[in-house]
């Protein structure tokens, strides 16, 4: 096994499947079954989620809302996907926390460091929701301080695209995929990757990002082993 502890980012519009918006069912349980493959193997997993599938802060901001209000409805969004995911979890028998930076004690703990360690060690997945807590934060933002907090040895960014390209492959089809990039190469290039804030943060702590389909079905377990799956992403 090459990652022991990982920080699993999914995009809310990831959990849409073939809808316009809110959850799939199938697709959230397809995504429970790759992560139990990997906690099976003994992986500790940390997950952060989306919530574009919902609600997402900045359109809401666009449209006339106040934008700390939108982004706290976004936040909202987040746990609800993370409930969802919890729930789907445990139905495949993975046991698993959610943990969230707003306080909502009736449905998820509060954001507790050493607790939330304390899980991975004995083999919960938990999910990090609300984001940071704070407006003006991407849940990019979020999974890359969870993952320095946690110690987490890379970030998997799971995408509906097999990787990093130099165009986007949905629109262009002789886009170039990069197997291996250095932080210094992403920002010569322009690449979007995570937001600016989100990838400076990544940079600063020497925290590797693999950018793959999540898709496709065995991928996490083939990155987990040290497969060359997707685009990596380091100094």
Known sequence: MKYKRILLKLSGEALMGQQNHGIDPIRLNNYA????????QGTEIAIV??????????????????????DYMGMLATVINGLALQSALENHQVPTRLQTAIRIEAIAEPF????????????RVVIFGSGTGNP????????????IEINADVIL?????DGIYDQ????????????????????????????TTAFTLSQENNLPII????????NLSRII????IGTRVDL
């Open 211 to 218: 950018v793959f389909d999540m898709n496709t079905k065995g």
């Open 157 to 161: 960014k799971g995408t509906r695209v």
């Open 225 to 228: 082993n040290g497969e060359n």
């Open 49 to 70: 989620i989306g919530g574009g599938n919902i609600f997402r802060g900045v359109s809401g901001a666009s449209e006339g809302m106040d934008r700390v209000q939108a």
């Open 33 to 40: 079954a790759e992560i139990k493959e990997i906690q099976e």
């Open 112 to 123: 507790i460091k050493r607790r939330a360690t304390r899980h991975l060690e004995k083999g």
């Open 168 to 195: 986007d492959p949905e629109k262009n089809k002789s886009a170039i995929k990069f197997d291996q990039l250095s932080f210094d190469d992403v920002l010569k290039k322009g690449l979007k990757i995570m937001d």
């Open 136 to 147: 003006y934060f991407t849940t990019d933002s979020a999974a890359v301080l969870r993952a």
